[in-house]
């Protein structure tokens, strides 16, 4: 299902991964980093690999927040990169969720977030 969302967000030159960060960081900023990774259930070295495509393409600044937290923000490019892949995204998503119906497409939705509450569960038991 990934390719179908990727492939849609090919024409704005970022992947899903990408899309989902910018959109996080547009909520909540500027948004320190560690935030960031634990909303996306990334550890931070995974979400500073994610972050440096991104950052390169003039779409996310990080500066210092206190102490050693580091802060991302959207710039204006990254604004505009965002607002022009939602509508790709959201036609990809409207398609999905009606040739699934909106009572699958629910069902789907609450299955995934507790699968994701049982893998960061579990990685507690192993830490």
């Known amino acids: ?3 179908v969302y990727d492939d849609a967000l090919a024409a704005n030159g970022m992947t899903t991964a ?6 996080h960081i547009r909520r909540g900023e500027p948004l320190a980093l560690s935030r960031l990774a634990e909303q996306l259930s990334m ?3 995974s979400l500073y690999r994610a ?3 991104i950052e390169a393409r003039g779409w996310v600044s990080v500066s210092a927040g206190e102490g050693r937290t580091k802060l991302a923000s ?10 022009g892949a939602e509508a790709d995204w959201d036609a990809v998503q409207e398609r999905i969720v009606g040739a699934m119906g909106e009572e699958k497409w629910m069902e789907l939705e ?10 960061e569960g579990a ?5």
Do not use: K, W
């Open 74 to 83: 959207l710039t204006a490019a990254g604004r505009v990169a965002v607002e």
């Open 51 to 53: 972050l440096a495509p």
């Open 43 to 45: 550890d931070r070295s």
């Open 123 to 127: 990685q507690g038991v192993n830490a």
């Open 1 to 3: 299902m990934a390719r």
């Open 18 to 23: 990408q899309f989902a960060i910018l959109r």
């Open 110 to 119: 609450a299955a995934l977030r507790a699968v994701t509450e049982l893998a």
